[in-house]
Nanobody
Framework: QVQLVESGGGLVQAGGSLRLSCAAS????????MGWYRQAPGKQRELVAT???????NYGNSVKGRFTISRDNAKNTVSLQMNSLKPEDTAVYYC?????????WGQGTQVTVSS
């Protein structure tokens, strides 16, 4: 059974930092593109960042230069370091694992940035 379990969300003031982590099980982690997506109330889910099996990264325009995605293939984890947080970063953040026709999601973790 595939499980993606996010942790690290919470409430932070604007300008602060948070680190999200996602622990994966039930998949051959090193083969998967891992990603973080977010969904704010009333908005569509959007890309935050992805990291390939080889370590190549891709970021949404709104987070470039502020967020950093990383992965640890030995621990089956992917992390998202979020710095200089803004109120508009408030959303539920979801971990994603994808390869070929396989696509899995975590349950999400709430990030709230107060002004």
């Amino acid at each position: 059974q595939v499980q993606l379990v996010e942790s690290g969300g919470g409430l932070v003031q604007a300008g602060g930092s948070l680190r999200l982590s996602c622990a994966a099980s039930g998949i051959i982690f090193r083969f998967y593109v891992m990603g973080w997506y977010r969904q704010a109330p009333g908005k569509q889910r959007e890309l935050v960042a992805t990291i390939s099996s080889g370590g190549s990264t891709n970021y949404g325009n709104s987070v470039k230069g502020r967020f950093t995605i990383s992965r640890d293939n030995a621990k089956n984890t992917v992390s998202l370091q979020m710095n200089s947080l803004k109120p508009e970063d408030t959303a539920v953040y979801y971990c994603n694992a994808a390869v070929s026709q396989f696509n899995y999601w975590g349950q999400g973790t709430q990030v709230t940035v107060s002004s």
